[in-house]
């Protein structure tokens, strides 16, 4: 009797255990402040950023958008989605409006003030040229004295300093889309320098596949990650966990895969 009761009290106090486990991984798992512990606000931009973050259907999707729900809700948060145009994106996060943002490190003007997620994939930026200009621009040195097309607001390392310097011109676009009428029709631009993959998307939905050639090399690859506040470094470590095992399970590759 005193054993079965042993084994009793023995069982109670693992399930307890666990619940107190499955409590704590619960609780301040999401990024959110206290009063909004359970909803992690992702920014998805106004004009979202084709196929990392589709915004013009229903309901948003892409690849960013997919991964971090998946992850956000096995973690047990809702995710929400937020609209906030790229150069307020940083401050809304920093005063808690929003809790998480697609970015690459090295496109942060303060990385220091910001965590950063492990890459959810790898970007790589190339130089869009219309065929008809019969050239192809590979590196920066081969846009000295040229007009470059640009996203507005978007950092693009590599080519800083020579916009800077003004060895090369910078054209500022809101979206993704102009950028391509604007070097079709514009007759002082020379190329784009655009994300690869978001490029061929869009040339795709326009059925523009045919009128432009691409660089061969890419002037730049980074890791594409969600960018946090610095206080949100459990959700982030269980992120990334998950995030690995998605990788490893094939999750990803099939989430990449609807988008290429």
């Given amino acids: 009797m005193k054993h079965q009761k042993h084994r009793w009290l023995t069982t109670f106090a693992k399930r307890i255990a666990c619940l107190l486990f499955l409590l704590t991984f619960a609780l301040g798992t999401c990024a959110s402040p206290a009063s909004d512990e359970n909803v992690f606000r992702f920014n998805i931009s106004p004009n979202g950023y084709p196929p990392y973050l589709i915004v013009d259907q229903d309901a948003p999707s892409g690849i960013m958008w997919d ?20 150069k307020r994106v940083d401050q809304m996060l920093l005063d808690g409006y929003i809790d998480g943002t697609s970015r690459a490190e090295e496109w942060t003007h303060e990385p220091e003030k910001f965590l950063f997620t492990e ?10 040229t219309p065929k008809d200009a019969g050239k192809i621009y590979h590196s920066p040195e081969d846009l000295f004295s040229k007009t470059v097309i640009t996203h507005l607001g978007y950092m693009y390392p590599a080519l800083e300093p020579h916009f800077e310097s003004g060895a090369i011109k ?6 993704g889309r102009d950028m391509f009428i604007f070097l079709l029709h514009g007759d002082r631009f020379d190329t784009a320098v655009v994300n690869l993959l978001v490029g061929k998307w869009i040339l795709k939905n326009e059925g523009l596949q045919d009128q432009f050639t691409i660089s061969s ?13 610095k206080e949100s470094k459990a959700f982030a470590d269980k992120f990334n966990a998950e995030l690995a095992r998605i990788r490893e399970n094939g999750e990803l590759d099939a989430i990449l895969a609807n988008y290429r």
């Fill in 67 to 86: 991964v971090v729900s998946l992850i956000t809700e096995r973690l047990g948060c809702q995710i929400v989605a937020k609209k906030v145009p790229r």
């Fill in 119 to 128: 890459p959810v994939v790898k970007v790589q930026e190339v130089f869009f």
């Fill in 170 to 175: 910078r054209f500022d676009v809101s979206r």
């Fill in 217 to 229: 090399g890419g002037i730049s690859s980074y890791g594409f990650r969600v960018m946090l506040r």
